[in-house]
């Protein structure tokens, strides 16, 4: 823990993110059940589903609860969606929703080397053929952002994860994301680059600087979850 403390100080953040850390670390203590009930949730449902990565699972009791105060027929965005898991996941549970999911499935110097993007985006057509409130759309962020003219209850930031991109898909989710709003930036405290300023958490506390009206809900491992307010 100490060592995602220094991370976190060497990357810029505030005072107030290294506190809710170090709150939410004691906090998971008394919700350790339904952590381990979510996960294994969101295990189940997925079982029958073609999941090359699984990631989302520890992150799935966090989405409920934050996801669940907003209007039931909230409209989702999702920039990075890579298989469909953590939309199934939000289909099931709020299917009242509308869920739009943007991705290029075009593979990037930031992890799944291994992978083959076709097979991927493949997957992902698989996943959610059954859900009628899922939305696919193929395209970078960049050009969905600059032709989309709607607004959104919920952003879930998991795209190209070097600083830079990370930047520019804060500043245009957030254009787009309504009051009382939340946005959830994935990966926030990953060291995948040797430098320091290249990855998402330096990306995030900088448009935290740049933005006024928010309110932070929740620092975890490896999401930060924000209210706009």
Not at 7 to 14: E, G, H, T, V
Not at 46 to 73: C, G, R, T
Not at 121 to 138: L, S, T
Not at 212 to 226: A, C, D, G, H, M
């Amino acid at each position: 823990m100490f060592k995602k403390i220094v991370f976190l100080f060497k990357s810029k953040a505030s005072k107030v993110i290294i506190l809710q850390f170090l709150f939410q670390k004691i906090l998971n203590l008394f919700v350790k059940k339904k952590i381990k009930f979510y996960k294994k949730n969101f295990k189940d449902l997925i079982s029958n589903k073609k999941i090359s990565s699984e990631f989302f699972s520890a992150n799935a009791y966090n989405f409920l609860v934050h996801l669940s105060s907003l209007p039931s027929n909230f409209r989702y965005l999702e920039i990075g969606s890579f298989e469909g898991g953590s939309a199934i996941f939000i289909a099931n549970k709020f299917q009242n929703s509308k869920i739009y999911c943007v991705d290029n499935w075009i593979k990037t110097e930031d992890g799944y080397s291994n992978l083959d993007f076709n097979d991927v985006e493949k997957n992902f057509d698989y996943n959610v053929k059954n859900y009628k409130n899922i939305y696919k759309i193929k395209n970078s962020s960049d050009k969905f952002f600059k032709n989309n003219f709607l607004s959104y209850d919920a952003i879930y930031v998991d795209g190209y994860h070097r600083a830079d991109q990370v930047y520019k898909d804060c500043l245009n989710s957030w254009k787009h994301l309504k009051t009382n709003g939340i946005m959830i930036c994935d990966d926030y405290i990953w060291d995948h680059y040797a430098d320091i300023s290249n990855n998402p958490c330096y990306a995030i506390n900088k448009f935290l600087k740049v933005i006024k009206k928010y309110r932070v809900l929740k620092v975890s491992n490896t999401q930060i979850f924000l209210k706009k307010t």
